[in-house]
């Protein structure tokens, strides 16, 4: 009897089992850790779709570059061969910008050297289209910087709910401390999950974007060259230069033939 009264006495004394986990670090975070969390999925969906869409918009971009270096230039003038470009593209806006250019400067007076006039309209619209593809990136360049900084703050915010209640408690054992400050340290984590993807997502936009605005560079600088040679330079598309004779070079440093 007295065997059965001690099982029953060690019974009720044992320690309860802690739960642990994700949800149970949100249900002691509250609404604010609730919030939090939010936050952070709004930047991450909104990261990741920042990504594709500017990840497909410069693919194109790069892929219509392909008509410039061919059916462009193997055209008898500016005016038809933007025609040959697709329709509202960086290249064919350039292209249009060119020949628009051109006829302004014809109905202008004192309006100096078209081949300048021409640049510096070419140069306002390439910043125009560099403008377009740089859109959303500075929200990427947002989440990289402060993600981590937000998780921090769910940390910091579920290690005072931790210490509250360990207080009321009045038990400082290492499974009431190492349990809830464990938890807590879930979002920091989240936070860098959401943060490292922007930074590296960024930093890959902006080099494709480096390498678009080299690209129109190396078209605009064509272009004048062209106009101010009246149609005699021009890139080559891929025919063979007559033998004895180096292409000419434009502006930007580009092979280019020339016409007799």
Same mark, same amino acid.
């Given at each position: +009897?007295?065997?059965?009264?001690?099982?029953? $006495?060690?019974?009720?004394?044992?320690?309860?089992?802690?739960?642990?986990?994700?949800?149970?670090?949100?249900?002691?975070?509250?609404? *604010?850790? #609730?919030? =939090?969390?939010?936050?952070?999925?709004? /930047?991450?969906?909104?990261?990741?779709?920042?990504? %594709?869409?500017?990840?497909?918009?410069?693919?194109?971009? /790069? @892929?219509?570059?392909?008509?410039?270096?061919?059916?462009? #230039? @193997?055209?008898?003038?500016?005016?038809?061969?933007?025609?040959?470009?697709?329709?509202?593209?960086?290249? @064919?806006?350039?292209?249009?910008?060119?020949?628009?250019?051109?006829?302004?400067?014809?109905? +202008?007076?004192?309006?100096?050297?078209?081949?300048?006039?021409?640049?510096?309209?070419?140069?306002?619209?390439?910043?125009? =289209?560099?403008?377009?593809?740089?859109?959303?990136?500075?929200?990427?360049?947002?989440?990289?910087?402060?993600?981590?900084?937000? &998780?921090?703050?769910?940390? *910091?915010? &579920?290690?005072?709910?931790?210490?509250?209640?360990?207080?009321?408690?009045?038990?400082?054992?290492?499974?009431?401390?190492? &349990?809830?400050?464990?938890?807590?340290?879930? /979002?920091?984590?989240?936070?860098?999950?959401?943060?490292?993807?922007?930074?590296? $997502? %960024?930093? #890959?936009?902006?080099? @494709?974007?480096?390498? =678009?605005?080299?690209? +129109?560079?190396?078209?605009?600088?064509?272009?004048?060259?062209?106009?101010?040679?009246?149609?005699? =330079?021009?890139?080559?598309?891929? $025919?063979?230069?007559?033998?004895?004779?180096?292409?000419?070079?434009?502006?930007?440093?580009?092979?280019?033939?020339?016409?007799?």
């Amino acid at each position: +009897m007295n065997l059965y009264y001690l099982a029953a $006495a060690a019974a009720d004394t044992e320690a309860p089992v802690n739960e642990f986990g994700f949800w149970k670090a949100m249900e002691e975070g509250g609404p *604010v850790a #609730w919030s =939090i969390l939010a936050v952070m999925i709004i /930047m991450s969906v909104g990261s990741f779709y920042i990504l %594709f869409t500017k990840y497909f918009e410069q693919a194109k971009v /790069m @892929r219509q570059y392909k008509n410039v270096q061919g059916a462009f #230039w @193997r055209t008898g003038s500016l005016r038809e061969g933007a025609t040959k470009l697709d329709k509202n593209s960086a290249w @064919r806006q350039l292209a249009d910008d060119a020949v628009t250019a051109q006829d302004h400067h014809g109905k +202008m007076e004192g309006a100096g050297q078209e081949v300048h006039f021409v640049e510096e309209e070419l140069a306002h619209s390439q910043n125009t =289209i560099n403008q377009a593809l740089s859109g959303g990136l500075s929200f990427l360049a947002s989440v990289g910087a402060t993600a981590p900084f937000i &998780g921090l703050l769910g940390t *910091v915010i &579920g290690i005072y709910r931790a210490l509250i209640n360990i207080g009321i408690e009045g038990s400082a054992s290492i499974d009431k401390v190492a &349990g809830p400050v464990g938890e807590a340290l879930i /979002m920091t984590a989240i936070g860098l999950l959401v943060a490292v993807p922007a930074v590296l $997502a %960024f930093n #890959w936009l902006q080099s @494709r974007n480096r390498r =678009i605005d080299a690209l +129109m560079t190396d078209f605009s600088n064509n272009i004048v060259a062209y106009i101010g040679s009246n149609g005699a =330079i021009k890139p080559t598309t891929g $025919a063979a230069a007559p033998a004895g004779k180096k292409p000419a070079t434009t502006a930007g440093g580009a092979s280019a033939s020339v016409k007799k």
